[in-house]
């Protein structure tokens, strides 16, 4: 979505604390929340929630931020990124021109945020990449072997109309870029998930300009990885069009359960959630897939994760359903379609779109980015402090 200036937050204790965020959690109690509070630190005197709230806006100035995603605790040392730490990329550039982001900022939940600033103006994210290759898109992950997957869709003058192929770049983890990988079976990576077995990988992603999710193989050395076999094409048939506010619509939000070999999909302009059973073996492509879960709460879903409960979350980007007074929204529902729980991230539309879980047996972490005000913020349930250790503790 277009990124639009404007900022809600109040600063308190040092921390930028929005308390539209504070209801969010406040509702996800009653469900993924819920399941690993109840485990959580006793302690009766603390607060219940924790939470904080960075801009993501970079030195350069580049705006909207879209994919988000922690890096996991068996990440290896020696680089410019750490456990626990929260990468984000940026898909506009200090014009608000979509498509024409470069930047791939990191924030470290347990030090100091940054200060938000006007958009267009300087701020003081932490750059981790800086990509030739401009519109960095949703589709953001991590090998834990040490490298970061991002993909991109550029445009020259920001829609649609002057998009470029779009590619997958694979960075080290001292921000240097390893590798592109390229192929036609994939020309607008919007989004992807990644099955992680350390040397070797799938990265499946959603193409939002063909309709189709794609599945790549990858092997993965020490300091390179390799496309062992040419991808496979698992899905298709998801609506897509250009759009002339969102930029494009299409399979966007991606979620692999690995105990089913089951990928969810979050279809934006279908306006549902689908299913793709044998989403790791399969060589032909299904029609979609299963419909799991079609909701008049599902508003052009984007973001898609799997909850330590085993529900999904969704994040609405309203170009689908626009309700006015449920915008930005962030939606829980079960993996039988029972819809959970829905709060909201702002107050205005469009805010919305990339989310990311972080379990672990003594919290229960969950971020989002907002792409109005161009901030990341990262949720703690009570049971640890916001110490990088304790955020990538997973189980």
């Known amino acids: 979505m277009r990124s639009i200036e404007g900022s809600k937050l109040a600063v308190a204790g040092g921390r930028r604390k ?17 399941a690993t509070a109840a485990s959580a630190d006793e302690d009766k005197g ?21 994919g988000i995603v922690f890096v996991p605790k ?3 040392s020696g680089g410019k990124i750490l456990p626990g730490d929260v990468l984000v990329s940026n898909f506009n550039n200090s014009n608000n021109l979509q498509g024409t982001g470069v930047t791939i ?21 932490t750059t981790f990449f800086t990509s030739k290759l401009h519109g960095l898109t949703t589709a953001l992950g991590i090998l ?27 960075i080290g983890r001292n921000g240097n870029l390893v590798k592109t990988l390229k192929d036609a079976k994939f020309l607008g990576p919007w989004d992807l998930a990644i099955n992680d077995e350390a040397a070797l ?16 193989d990858l092997s993965v050395g020490e300091t390179d990885v390799a496309v062992l076999s040419s991808p496979n094409v698992i899905a298709k048939g998801y609506a897509h069009h250009s759009d002339p506010n969102a930029f494009v619509l299409g399979p966007t939000g991606l979620a692999f359960d690995k105990r089913s070999n089951t990928l969810y999909v979050a279809s934006t302009m279908d306006n549902a959630i689908y299913s793709i059973s044998a989403a790791g073996t399969r060589t032909s492509p299904v029609e979609k897939g299963e ?14 994760v799997l909850a330590p409960n085993g529900d999904l979350i969704t994040a609405n980007g309203d170009a689908e359903n626009k309700d006015p007074t449920h915008p930005s929204g962030i939606v829980e529902f079960t993996k039988k379609g029972k819809f959970v ?24 972490t969950f971020a989002a980015v907002d792409d109005v005000p161009n901030t990341v913020t990262v949720f703690n349930v009570p049971g640890a402090g916001f110490s990088s250790t304790d955020v990538a503790d997973e189980q």
Do not use: W
């Open 105 to 125: 900022i990191k924030f470290t939940p347990a030090g100091p945020v940054a200060p938000s600033v006007t958009a267009g103006q300087s701020g003081a994210a």
């Open 144 to 170: 834990r072997k040490g490298f970061v997957i991002v993909g991109n869709l550029p445009s020259t003058d920001g829609t649609f109309n002057t998009h470029g192929p779009g590619f997958l770049q694979v």
């Open 201 to 216: 990988a799938q990265v499946f992603v959603s193409d939002v300009v063909t309709g189709t999710v794609v599945r790549i």
């Open 46 to 66: 603390r607060f219940p929630l924790q939470f904080v709230v960075s801009s993501t806006i970079p030195s350069n100035g580049d705006l909207n931020p879209y």
């Open 291 to 304: 419909l799991v879960f079609e909701d008049p709460h599902l508003r052009g879903p984007l973001g898609l």
């Open 18 to 34: 929005d308390m539209g965020r504070l209801a969010t959690v406040a509702l996800f109690a009653c469900g993924a929340f819920a």
């Open 341 to 364: 729980v829905e709060s909201n991230i702002d107050a205005s539309q469009g805010g919305a779109f990339g989310i990311t879980v972080r379990p672990s047996h003594r919290a229960f």
């Open 74 to 76: 068996d990440f290896p």
